[in-house]
């Protein structure tokens, strides 16, 4: 049996802060390649991935997805235990990553592992692991999906293993994410003295006015599976020491989580078209740059939700619920790959100082996706 809780000591032992590999790609492809996978190195523009496969190329398939890099520690000096001993004590793992989520990543290596060795399915086993998960994303596990189709590799359906439950381990599945983008706005005029402002335009009275008709209504009340768009100023700033100028420009960033009701694309269009009549109405040019970093997408209800839903609740006795919260994962880039649905850990340490895990809780994951594998399978 390949003990989970083990592994996961091991890869926080990797010093995997994104961009570095740290070890923790090597640990694996030496394991999976031990144990009869086919394991290919799929790096990108520095940044290192994994792809693995049991079974044969093109045969119906089960994938995981997940990732080995982790955010910086922090002062070092807070922790309890350094942050990659991975040391363990009194049946908890401690260390960076052991939530988010190398405990994921060891579960389901040992599960699949495991699998295979036990019951090999007809059919494939496939795992992919980033290393840019925490980072851009833009050289992670969307390298690894245009390398399986440049190869002709492919999942049927995948789980991601980020730590999906908020408090009770088997409670909550995610069906899907709310998509994101940032707005980076600017707001030019004409810099001025404060006792004659005929003589300039203010691009502060103008951002706010912007700012204020983004907040005054709700960009809509939710769908059935998501709760309403989520719009938040983050920042506003013109630089400005002086109390009697009137400022050139000022700027301000706005972070919205949008649901199915929209796409990138249709609240660009909105929000541009906002900005465009407040400038023509006060002679202040507003401009922005936008960054999405993913669509909303939805799994709807059917074969693969059914599946690990019902393995869930038989393990744990919980009928998890059906989720759209929190913030964006990787399974946004999985979507367009295959169905995807998210199911990890309890998310309690993530990214803190003292990040650690039960190493129970492990062994209960890596249960999990065994049985989604011997049911898929059967």
């Not at 980072?135 to 992670?140: L, S, V, Y």
């Not at 465009?276 to 993913?294: F, K, L, N, P, Q």
């Not at 059917?302 to 690990?308: F, R």
Request: proline residues 6%.
């Amino acid at each position: 049996m390949t003990d989970p809780a083990e592994l996961t000591a091991r890869l926080i032992q990797c010093p995997s802060v994104t961009p570095e590999e740290g070890g923790a790609l090597v640990l694996l492809g030496d394991l999976l390649t031990g144990a009869g996978f086919e394991v290919v190195r799929v790096d990108r523009g520095g940044t290192p991935n994994l792809f693995a496969r049991w079974g044969a190329k093109g045969a119906r398939s089960f994938g995981f997805n997940g990732h080995t890099d982790v955010v910086p520690p922090g002062d070092l000096g807070s922790w309890t235990h350094p942050p990659f001993s991975g040391h363990v004590a009194e049946g908890v793992i401690w260390g960076r990553g052991a939530t988010d989520m190398k405990s994921g990543v060891a579960a389901f290596v040992a599960a699949a592992i495991d699998f295979v060795t036990e019951t090999p399915p007809d059919g494939a086993v496939i795992l992919t692991v980033t290393g840019d998960e925490e980072g851009p994303g833009r050289d992670g596990t969307i390298a690894i999906l245009d390398w399986m189709v440049a190869n002709g590799e492919r999942m049927d359906v995948c789980v991601v293993g980020e730590p999906s439950n908020p408090e009770i381990f088997g409670e909550m599945i995610k069906i899907g994410r709310r998509g994101s983008m940032t707005f980076h706005i600017t707001a030019k005029g004409v810099q001025g003295h404060s006792a004659y402002p005929h003589r300039a335009r203010n691009p502060l009275h103008a951002l706010t006015r912007y700012l204020n008709d983004l907040i005054a209504t709700p960009l809509d009340e939710g769908t059935e599976h998501f709760d309403p768009t989520g719009l938040q100023i983050v920042t506003i700033d013109c630089g400005n020491p002086a109390s009697n100028v009137i400022p050139e420009k000022a700027t301000a960033v706005v972070n919205i989580r949008f649901n199915d009701a929209h796409t990138s694309a249709s609240l660009t269009e909105d929000l541009r078209a906002r900005a465009a009549r407040i400038s023509a109405e006060t002679g202040v040019e507003i401009g922005m740059d936008i960054h999405v970093s993913g669509e909303s997408f939805l799994t709807q209800p059917g074969p693969l939700v059914d599946l690990v839903r019902g393995v869930v609740r038989d393990e744990t006795g919980i009928d998890p619920v059906l989720s759209t919260t929190g913030g964006t994962s990787d399974a946004r880039f999985v979507k367009d790959h295959c169905p995807v649905v998210e199911f990890g850990l309890v998310g309690h340490f993530m990214h803190q100082v003292d990040e650690r895990v039960p190493a129970a809780q492990v062994h209960d994951l890596k249960r999990v996706y065994q049985r989604m594998l011997e049911r898929y399978f059967a």
